[in-house]
């Protein structure tokens, strides 16, 4: 009998193991995610670490192939390998709340997307201040500029399911085009931003005809 439960001891044991490295695993990796997303903003730190992780997964490949181990950290370093190379490129190091502060924005919405000429659709975010509006895109660079006072109407509409944001001012406008589940509530908050700084017409008042006229 003892010869029959030795190996469903093991391998009892080794699940154990395999489960604590799993979770050991996990936690590690919920600790790291916010460091690698703040290094991501260092373009060289980035690099660097590029590099690492697929010299590191490299080495795990050939190592284990070598010495005839467990070929289970030949797998991780494939893996580590392809993550080289899926991912992203480094994020420049701006924050959207710095940049609304340096442009001195009350707020910042969603915008939709937005299509500026012939050029290529992109998402965009609305700085709306109290004197301009700045359309930016995922890199917070500016595309637009529509100064506030010059605003004559801001309209959020539905047509054929999808919903826009017309902003018209000095005979220009910029529409914004907002789709999925939210689409909607992104859109009336964008109308609502704007309208808050518009500048309400000044009432036009009756001329008084001069006495003895």
């Known amino acids: 009998m003892s010869n029959t439960s030795s190996p469903q001891s093991q391998q009892q044991a080794s699940s154990g193991k395999l489960h604590n490295a799993a979770i050991g695993a996990l936690f590690a990796l919920v600790l790291i995610v916010p460091k690698v997303a703040h290094l991501r903003r260092n373009p060289r730190s980035w690099m660097f670490f590029r590099i690492f992780l697929g010299i590191a997964g490299a080495a795990l490949v050939i190592l ?19 993550t080289t190379i899926l991912l992203p490129p480094a ?3 701006v924050i959207t709340g710095d940049k609304a502060r340096e442009l001195g924005a009350l707020v910042v919405v969603n915008g939709g997307r937005f299509k500026l000429g012939e050029g290529p659709s ?16 995922a890199r917070l660079e ?4 529509i100064p506030v006072v010059e605003i ?15 902003v018209n001012w000095a005979g220009k406008t910029a529409v914004f085009v907002y789709r999925g589940v939210f689409a909607e509530h992104l859109a ?26």
């Open 122 to 137: 992109f998402d965009a975010q609305l700085f709306v201040g109290d004197k301009q509006i700045s359309v930016r895109d």
């Open 64 to 82: 284990p192939l070598g010495f005839g181990s467990s070929f289970v950290p030949a797998i991780v370093g494939l893996a580590m390998f392809i």
């Open 91 to 93: 994020e420049p190091d």
């Open 152 to 166: 004559t109407s801001a309209q959020a509409e539905e047509s054929h399911g999808r919903w826009f944001l017309r």
């Open 142 to 145: 500016s595309a637009l500029e």
């Open 188 to 213: 009336r908050v964008a109308e609502t931003t704007i309208r808050s700084v518009m500048r309400p017409a000044l009432p036009v008042l009756p001329q008084r005809r001069a006495a003895g006229a």
